[in-house]
């Protein structure tokens, strides 16, 4: 409702009290499609959408009956920790702006800790690091493209609950699904959703001065032109794959798989265009490109890990990753490095050994040294 947006992005604190504001007023509203649809209002939602299917709780009409309470539950959670949150930031906000300051080759490795830690405790199976690295590689492919990363986490945890749903719909009533007024209701919103974000990007984007509004406004074009022949080469495959199934089991590749086809066509279009018009421009792509291979380097280094603990184990493999990376990128002392391995080892130790006891993976040398 501001008359005067020329001073939003360039300082003025209402450009960062609105959004904020939003952004923390919105997880109510995202958890109520989540809970009662188990349709993920947001990609937050989505990976909290997966942790319910992995505790065995169905998002939908049970949530809101004989789950009532998981419900409410999770409601008088969020109430209270905004409350808290707002207490706790009034009192300590010029404390806690300091962790801004923190060196981020001081906190990488302690994140990388948890984050290995985090997929390896999903089964315990050295296969969750390959997925978790593979993945990692292809989200930075993404970014560096210009591809959203939501998207992919919203498909891979609503696939299956979607096809479900379809194959409910049409045993229950045929085509006749989609003419039943709550279908149409929800299809005007998505349609009416997906224009108006489209004619605010293209509004965005006639706008010189306005800012970035999404990845792909500095996403490199060539790339992102390789991502898309690469997605429609594996679209046109599955299409191709699914027209000699049976028409219940082709009904969802199909259905889905023809619409994404298309868009992916018109997206090579738009991206052959794009790439045509920076062909002028290589200097800024050779920028984009020592990112991109500082962070192919460190997945390197996630590699060595997990050939690290096929070898020795992961008490060995996650401390020395934490010791070598303080001392190879963040350039520290050794007695340093040694105290936050050290550090590591402990809360591997007190955590995930003791607290809750979790099967590491059984090293190779330990075995052979001591059979």
Partial sequence: SAKDKSQFGKGDVRGVIAPEAANNSVKGGDLVPTFAFGIPGSAPMAILLGAFLVQGLTPGPEMLSTKLHITFSMMWALIFANIIAA??????????????????HLVLPGITFFVLIGAWTTSSDIGDWITLIVFGIVGVIMKT???????????????????SALHLSMSAYGLEFLLRPIVLFITAVIVLSLVMAVRSQMVAKGNGDTPQVSDADAGDARLSLGLSLALCVLLGAAVVTALDWPMKVKLFPLAFGVPALALCAWAVVQDAVSVRSAAAAPARAMADGGELRRTIYFFGWLIGVVVLTVLVGQHVALPL??????????KYSWPLAICYAACGLAVQVMLFDWMSPTNWYPALLPRLLWP
């Fill in 145 to 163: 493209g210009g591809w959203p990363r939501a998207p992919l986490v919203l498909g891979l945890i609503l696939g299956r609950i979607m096809e």
């Fill in 87 to 104: 207490l706790l930031l009034m009192a300590w906000a010029n404390q806690l702006q300091r962790i801004i300051f923190i060196p981020p």
């Fill in 321 to 330: 990753f934490m010791f070598l990376y303080l001392l190879v990128w963040g």
